[in-house]
Nanobody, 123 residues
Framework: QVQLVESGGGSVQAGDSLRLSCVAS????????MAWFRQAPGKQREFVAV????????YYTESVKGRFTISRDDAKNTVYLRMNSLEPEDTAVYYC????????????????WGQGTQVTVSS
């Protein structure tokens, strides 16, 4: 069982940056592929970024490529999402998720979810 706790959300202006963190409980963090998803008001939850168990490979949804960076620190049981050049369209609740297998962009593939952190970007 893994518990995930996100933090770092907030209200910012367009063009600003934020760094989200997700801390996982347990001693096997390195065995999990980690991902970030987001859900905007009135919309379905969507994939944002994923990082493999090794941390070598990352993948992003097209709309955030070049602006967002996912990374992990296994010594701290933490995955990060650095978000630069934020846009109003990035406004959403951001969730981190974990699975004990290869990285995936599919919501149903993930076993564990955090409670989410709100990101609001105003123009």
């Amino acid at each position: 069982q893994v518990q995930l706790v996100e933090s770092g959300g907030g209200s910012v202006q367009a063009g600003d940056s934020l760094r989200l963190s997700c801390v996982a409980s347990g001693r096997t963090f390195s065995s999990y592929a980690m991902a970030w998803f987001r859900q905007a008001p009135g919309k379905q939850r969507e994939f944002v970024a994923v990082i493999t168990r090794s941390g070598v490979t990352t993948y992003y949804t097209e709309s955030v490529k070049g602006r967002f960076t996912i990374s992990r620190d296994d010594a701290k049981n933490t995955v990060y999402l650095r978000m630069n050049s934020l846009e109003p369209e990035d406004t959403a609740v951001y969730y981190c998720a974990a699975r004990t297998s290869f990285g995936s962009t599919v919501i149903a593939d993930y076993d564990y979810w955090g409670q989410g952190t709100q990101v609001t970007v105003s123009s």
